[in-house]
């Protein structure tokens, strides 16, 4: 067999040689600062700046860009290093008062290029080779630092997992392969490693290297939560070869997934659960909120403390039904009235002292809530009724439905 044999042109035009990565272990103090202002460029190179201690109106910036933001003014106030580190200066960020140049400089496209140059790289004993000049940096990795830890409320959303592994075994919830990593919203279903995750919460929009982003709650079936990224969360999933979205089961005029341009928005069912420290409040099972608004639960949710119908005391939202077509007011009347005899019968002040009692808090398995909507889906709901000492929605005439 022959061997081919490569000429200089060959290797450059088929990029034969692979970078080496750069040494982990500590070497000569000249590598180490060296390495050190590497990474300064890196980050000049990512970001079209560079790093700095706080942001332009005083806030924080990551642990890591502060770090370099010190490291690269310690550089600056040293002559000695100065000296020693402008040769490999490609952003002017040693030069006083100076802007780093607007464009990068561009890596040789040729030999004679790289022999023509003159950048210092080998002109002292102190120089190595694996100081890499026109190897382009990696992309920035996703956030993984938000770790998975105990839910410690993990009671109240067991009904809720439940629920939808009992909806994909029957085959009203779907599994489709993940795609869309905006569109993660609260309340989807994923399953990620054979673990049902569900998004309990998706608290504000951030801009994270320049892509919308933001922080979520996620509750797993085995009893965990974490507060990762979205893009954490996509990431993951995309890793995953079986990493699957869970469908929504609404369906219908009422509740529709299915919803075309003539469906119209009317509001939504939300279910809370109160937060509240009174002893009283704290203690009781199954106590949840079933309210009708029809502009955004979130917006409700996050004033609770502040509102006498949420027991003036915070509040998390469980789940939402979107309704279509139907006015809001209608569907939490029926509701309320299917409910009625677990009904929470509680007095609030509001902040002005004025006594209030509302009438949305129901002490019932969260799963009868579901369970109730799918009635008013198929329009039976009328042939049954909650019955309170089964905690059993049953037929007015007959068993447990």
């Known amino acids: 067999m022959t061997t081919r044999k490569y000429t200089l042109d060959d290797i450059f035009a088929e990029d034969l040689i692979k970078?080496?990565?750069?040494?982990?272990?500590?070497?000569?103090?000249?590598?180490?600062?060296?390495?050190?202002?590497?990474?300064?460029?890196?980050?000049v190179s990512e970001h079209g700046r560079p790093p700095s201690e706080t942001t332009a109106d005083g806030g924080r910036v990551s642990t890591t860009e502060r770090m370099l933001a010190i490291r690269l003014r310690r550089y600056r106030d040293d002559p000695e290093l100065v000296a020693r580190l402008t040769p490999f200066d490609a952003w002017r960020l040693l030069v006083p008062?100076?802007?780093?140049?607007?464009?990068?400089?561009?890596?040789?496209?040729?030999?004679?290029?790289?022999?023509?140059?003159?950048?210092?790289?080998?002109?002292?004993?102190?120089?190595?080779?694996?100081?890499?000049?026109?190897?382009?940096?990696?992309?920035?990795?996703?956030?993984?630092?938000?770790?998975?830890?105990?839910?410690e409320d993990f009671h109240l959303y067991a009904p809720i997992l439940e629920a939808c592994a009992a909806d994909i075994e029957s085959g009203r919830r779907q599994t489709r392969r993940f795609a869309g990593e905006q569109a993660i919203e609260q309340g989807d279903f994923f399953i990620l490693n054979g673990i049902i995750v569900y998004v309990a919460e998706v608290k504000k929009d951030e801009i994270r290297y320049?892509?919308?982003?933001?922080?979520?709650?996620?509750?797993?079936?085995?009893?965990?939560?974490?507060?990762?990224?979205?893009?954490?969360?996509?990431?993951q999933l995309y890793d995953d070869g079986n990493g699957r979205r869970?469908?929504?089961?609404?369906?219908?005029?009422l509740f529709g997934e299915d919803v075309t341009p003539q469906d119209v928005r009317k509001g939504c069912v939300y279910v809370a659960v109160s937060l509240s420290k009174d002893p009283v409040i704290a203690q009781m099972e199954n106590l949840y909120k079933v309210g009708v608004t029809s502009g955004k639960p979130?917006?409700?949710?996050?004033?609770?403390?502040?509102?006498?119908?949420?027991?003036?005391?915070?509040?998390?939202?469980?789940?939402?039904?979107?309704?279509?077509?139907?006015?809001?007011?209608?569907?939490?009347?029926?509701?309320?009235?299917?409910?009625?005899?677990?009904?929470?019968?509680?007095?609030?002040?509001?902040?002005?002292?004025?006594?209030?009692?509302?009438?949305?808090?129901?002490?019932?398995?969260l799963e009868m809530v579901d369970a109730a909507v799918k009635r008013m889906l198929d329009g039976t709901i009328g042939e049954y009724r909650y019955d309170m000492i089964s905690q059993a929605i049953v037929r007015r005439d007959g068993p447990s439905a």
């Open 210 to 235: 320049g892509r919308k982003d933001a922080r979520l709650t996620c509750i797993f079936d085995n009893g965990t939560e974490s507060d990762m990224l979205r893009r954490s969360l996509a990431r």
């Open 246 to 253: 869970v469908t929504n089961p609404e369906a219908g005029p």
């Open 19 to 43: 970078a080496p990565a750069l040494p982990t272990a500590a070497g000569s103090e000249d590598s180490r600062v060296r390495q050190g202002f590497e990474e300064i460029n890196r980050f």
């Open 97 to 151: 008062d100076a802007k780093p140049s607007a464009s990068k400089p561009s890596a040789p496209t040729s030999l004679d290029e790289i022999f023509d140059s003159d950048d210092g790289i080998l002109s002292s004993e102190a120089d190595d080779i694996f100081n890499l000049r026109f190897v382009g940096s990696g992309k920035e990795l996703v956030d993984f630092a938000a770790e998975r830890r105990k839910c």
């Open 298 to 365: 979130e917006r409700r949710v996050r004033r609770a403390e502040f509102d006498p119908t949420f027991l003036m005391a915070p509040a998390r939202l469980l789940k939402t039904y979107t309704i279509y077509n139907a006015d809001p007011g209608k569907v939490e009347s029926i509701l309320h009235a299917f409910f009625a005899d677990v009904c929470m019968a509680v007095e609030v002040k509001d902040r002005f002292g004025k006594a209030i009692k509302p009438r949305e808090w129901f002490v019932v398995p």
